[in-house]
């Protein structure tokens, strides 16, 4: 049974850092890419970024480039998001998944996390 948990969502202010981290199990997690996705309230699911099964690939949402760094540690079978410079637009529920692909497409991806609330307060 694959299991995706994330944690370490919580209330941050603007121009704040938060790291969230997700743990997955049931899977050979070093053959799998991974991927965050995150739904704002009123929105729809949209992809924030991801990352190959070694780590050496990463793709990005503009709207995160050059703020958020995704990483992975094969060895715990976990994957990191590193948000930094947040913003109030950045509050969302933040998803992990598992998939085959580092693309942007939620078809890509085959297993999904239960989400942890990320919110930027300004």
């Known amino acids: 049974q694959v299991q995706l948990v994330e944690s370490g969502g919580g209330l941050v202010q603007a121009g704040g850092s938060l790291r969230i981290s997700c743990a997955a199990s049931?899977?050979?997690?070093?053959?799998?890419?991974m991927g965050w996705f995150r739904q704002g309230p009123g929105k729809e699911r949209e992809f924030v970024c991801a990352?190959?099964?070694?780590?050496?690939?990463?793709n990005y949402a503009n709207s995160v480039k050059g703020r958020f760094t995704i990483s992975r540690d094969n060895a715990k079978n976990t994957v990191y998001l590193q948000m930094n410079s947040l913003k109030p637009e950045d509050t969302a529920v933040y998803y992990c998944?598992?998939?085959?692909?580092?693309?942007?497409?939620?078809?890509?991806?085959?297993?999904w996390g239960q989400g942890t609330q990320v919110t930027v307060s300004s």
């Open positions: 990352i190959s099964w070694s780590g050496g690939n990463t």
């Open positions: 998944a598992a998939g085959r692909n580092w693309g942007w497409r939620q078809s890509e991806y085959d297993y």
């Open positions: 049931g899977l050979t997690f070093s053959t799998y890419a």
